[in-house]
């Protein structure tokens, strides 16, 4: 099945979604400007930094360009990114490489605007990126102290078989920190394998209750520029559930 994460127009509008100034996310006042920032939102507002020390892994699912795996490396020692998107990966090395990237995003028809995407080194240096399956994961990958996925599970075939994997990512007594809308769509999932119809939540939380805790949800909000007319929005249940000790 061909990746739908393969163009250029879908990497321009996700490094906008990552690293784009605030007046270019959302130009209009009026707008849902509570919906910026998300990937930095779903780090910062559920990760629990208290019980991080010194020498902590971290491993981001679904990391797109990359910018929930540097925000990781503000808490953590040495994070891991993987992606299903090869131009995806390769744009968040980029960033590892040189600190900078141009990039264009479309303003309307065939008119595109400019931008560069820019990461500070404190985080660069902490961070690795590498394609890979959700899905089919590495035995060998290992665990790690933080578990993040946002956005991941309903853009799956099986999200059952990344649940099924995640007690032996989370070392006991991290932490899994996901977000997820729970949009559902055949193009991405057959019906078969959504979790729940209409129960996703409950039947996402009967799944992880048997090896984790929950011990924060919220709404997160997000906004996705298409161009500067229309704006995809929508809202994420964030978690941070808490791994179990033997």
């Known amino acids: 099945m061909k990746n739908p ?4 127009q879908l990497l321009g509008e996700y490094l906008l ?29 559920l990760i629990d930094p208290t019980t991080l ?3 902590t892994h971290a491993l981001d699912l679904g990391c797109a360009v990359g910018r929930s795996s540097f925000e990781l490396a503000s808490h953590c020692s040495k994070v891991k990114g993987i992606d299903y998107s090869s131009s995806f990966v390769e744009a968040a090395n980029a960033l590892v490489d040189e600190g900078t990237l141009s990039y264009r995003f479309r303003e309307e ?3 595109f605007k400019e931008a560069v995407a820019s990461v500070p080194s404190s985080q660069r240096s902490k961070v690795e990126f590498e394609v890979g399956d959700a899905c089919d994961l590495s035995p060998a990958l ?10 991941l599970l309903c853009r799956l075939p099986d999200p059952n078989l990344l649940l099924k994997r995640l007690p032996d990512l989370v070392k006991p007594g991290g932490q899994l920190l996901l977000a997820t809308p729970f949009t559902w769509l055949e193009e991405f999932t057959s019906k078969e ?15 992880l209750s048997s090896d984790f805790v929950l011990e924060e949800k919220r709404e997160m909000p997000f906004v996705i520029r298409e161009h500067r007319r229309k704006f995809q929005y929508s809202v994420s249940l964030g978690m941070r559930w808490r791994r179990l000790r033997p």
């Not at 990552?18 to 930095?40: A, C, Q, R, T």
Request: net charge negative.
């Open 193 to 207: 394998n959504w979790l729940g119809s209409g129960d996703s939540e409950e039947e996402l939380s009967r799944i």
């Open 142 to 151: 290992g665990y790690f102290d933080v578990v993040h996925a946002a956005n």
């Open 5 to 8: 994460y393969e163009s250029d």
């Open 109 to 111: 028809g065939d008119l």
């Open 17 to 45: 979604f990552h690293y784009g100034s605030k007046e270019d996310l959302m130009p209009w006042m009026s707008g849902p400007v509570n919906g910026i920032d998300f990937p930095l939102r779903t780090v910062s507002e």
């Open 53 to 55: 020390g010194m020498g």
